[in-house]
Structure formats: C-alpha cells, structure tokens
C-alpha cells in the first residue's frame, strides 16, 4: 500500500484528547497501544485499519497539516478554525465537546470606570489577534495585539496591557487572576476539520468517515 492511500487523522494534544478520543472510538478507529503510552516519543500511529493513521499535534498545528493536506481529517476547536480561516479547511461536523466561549476580559477594577462603546484604540494581549482585529475592526476599534502563547491572564497584572482575548470555561483561571469578563466574542466547540481536496477526491471514503463521525455524536449526545 502506497502512501498516497493513506488517510491521517490529525488529533489535537492536550485536555481535548481526552473529549474526543471516546468518539474516535465510537467512529470505529482503535489507535495502537504506544498511542496512550505517555512517555513514547512517537507522533505517528497505527490503527486497527491499515490505511489510517493518526498524529498527535498542537491545537494549531492541526489546522495547518489539515489546510495542507498533509492530514485528510482533524479535530479543531472553533478558536482554531477562527482564527486560521482557511478556505481549505471545511468543518461539516460540530463534535459537541470542547465547550467554552472566547471572552474579552479586563481587571476587576477597571469594570467600574471603563466604556468599551467608546473605545478607538485598544491594546490586547491575546493568542488569537487575527480573531481579535476582525473583531474590534467590525465597529471600528483598531486591536494593537500583543501575541501570547498561554497564560494571558499574566498580561494586566504585569502591566503589559490591560485586555486580554482568551478562552474561558469555568472562569476560575480569570477568577484567579483578578479579572472580569466584559464582552463575549464566541461560543467555542471542537470541529471536525476536513481537507478541502481531500474531500473533493476522495468523496466516498471521506464522507463515509463524517457520517460515522455524527453518528458517534449524536449517539454521545442521546
Ligand atoms: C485555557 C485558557 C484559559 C483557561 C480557561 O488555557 O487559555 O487560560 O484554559 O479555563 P477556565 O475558565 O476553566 O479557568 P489552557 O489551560 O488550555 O492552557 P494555555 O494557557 O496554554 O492556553
């Protein structure tokens, strides 16, 4: 069997591997044993079909071998695909999981005195500035982002600016770190992500794939 008839599965590390891997299951897909060996250093895996594989990769770096092609099918959260806006990415199936929302938050103190409607100019430290600027651009306001990888939150208490754009789930972590949210930018879930070409070539065998896909959501969800 030649590469080319390979079909690889892109899957996100981290927290979310652990919501999406009971779907993955449920489609059908069985990665090999070293998969959840956590000391293996090995990023591509076997499954109990021979033409499919999966890799395990950072949230963005999903978006990027699935634009690519270098992946067929992923796992990507809504802020990923957002903030990626690839017209070689398609995402025809919301997976249900994942849930949380992308937030615009400030300190505590500042709620009081602060009108965001009569803002020009703010400058965000965030870890999706493409997100951000489209954002503020939409009524006007010109983002100055200030681009983080994680750990947003340290941002105003170290005086690097005063807003952040970042996840929030329970809150706690802005809870934690004296900050408040004052604006909602999206409600975030995982996506299957699909490769634009990938589908158009391989039609059967891909949607053949979605449909087991929804068929595990959905019997998630019920
Ligand atoms: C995410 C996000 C927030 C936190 C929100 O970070 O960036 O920091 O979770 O969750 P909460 O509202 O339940 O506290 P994550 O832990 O995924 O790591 P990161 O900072 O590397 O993005």
Redesign the pocket.
Known sequence: MNDKEILVLALPK??ILKEVMPLVRAAGIEPEAAFDDKDARQLRFATNHPHIEIIRVRSFDVATFVAFGAAHLGVAGGDVLMEFDSSEIYAPLDLNIGH?RMSIAEPEALRGEDDPRTWSHVRVAT?YPEITKRHFAKRGVQAECIKL?????LAPTLGLCQRIV???????????NGLVEIEKIAEITSKLAVNRTAWKTRPGEIGGWIDRFREAVNAHAS
């Open positions: 981290g927290r949380c870890k990888n994680g750990a947003m939150e970042d996840l929030v789930s329970s809150g706690a972590t802005l809870r934690a």
